[in-house]
């Protein structure tokens, strides 16, 4: 496609199940960003790949967040024992390399009932 | 820590004035600045990316300025529109280090 590409666009799940929200970036593009956004706040950033390694996770709340880009391209991000402090919405970027212009997706809104 | 602040934090205007949106940030040693709009439950659309080397970037009836010494950048949006009513999102990138964003200008036109 040529932009990218977030599935679900909506998620509700109980407290304390496991969620996966995926990511597919434009293609070609070797950096990819999750970001995290709450009612009338910016983006706060989660977690940054370079390729299929992560080059800066500092941004991951704790260990119940995880993503992959096993193959350099699609991206999961992984949320295990979901809270109800977890609902916001989930944005995924990509860039040709780091500190390119970033494109973003429609985002991910997850809800923790 | 990089910290990006932008004002004011909500503007409403009437259609057809010319607006400046502010944004400024703590850590002049930024490698780009970019502008974003968002729309009500959408994800964002990228309007203008000011590389460190460059003063501004026009697209339109937008214009963006970056002082990287000053630690400022402003977004100008001519005759204003009701279709430009959306949050108005800056966002610095350092290099290889991620974009850090402000919490946006929300903008009404009206008509």
């Known amino acids: 496609g040529a932009g990218v590409s977030q599935t679900p666009s909506n998620k509700v799940t109980e407290k304390g199940k496991y969620v996966e929200l995926r990511c597919d970036p434009i293609s070609g593009h070797t950096a990819l960003y999750w970001y995290r956004q709450s009612l009338g706040q910016g983006p706060e950033f989660l977690i940054y790949?370079?390729?299929?390694?992560?080059?800066?996770d500092s941004g991951l709340p704790n260990d119940r967040f995880f993503a992959v880009r096993p193959e350099g391209s699609v991206s999961t991000l992984k949320i295990q024992r979901t809270e109800r402090g977890d609902s916001a919405v989930y944005l995924c970027?990509?860039?040709?390399?780091?500190?390119?212009?970033?494109?973003f997706g429609q985002g991910t809104r997850l809800t923790v009932v | 820590k990089q910290e990006v602040t932008q004002i004011p934090a909500a503007l409403s205007v009437p259609e057809g004035e010319n607006l400046v949106l502010n944004c400024s940030f703590t850590d002049s040693a930024i490698y780009n600045l970019q502008w974003f709009r968002q729309d009500p439950g959408k994800g964002l659309t990228s309007l203008l990316l000011i590389q460190s080397s460059q003063r501004e970037q026009t697209s339109g009836r937008l214009n963006a300025s970056l002082d990287k010494s000053s630690g400022r950048s402003t977004l100008y949006i001519a005759a204003s529109q009701p279709g430009d009513s959306a949050t108005y999102l800056c966002?610095?990138?350092?290099?290889?280090?991620?974009?850090?964003f402000g919490k946006g200008t929300r903008l009404s036109v009206i008509a």
């Open positions: 966002a610095v990138g350092g290099g290889n280090t991620p974009l850090v």
């Open positions: 790949f370079q390729g299929t390694g992560a080059a800066d």
């Open positions: 970027a990509s860039s040709t390399r780091g500190a390119g212009e970033a494109f």
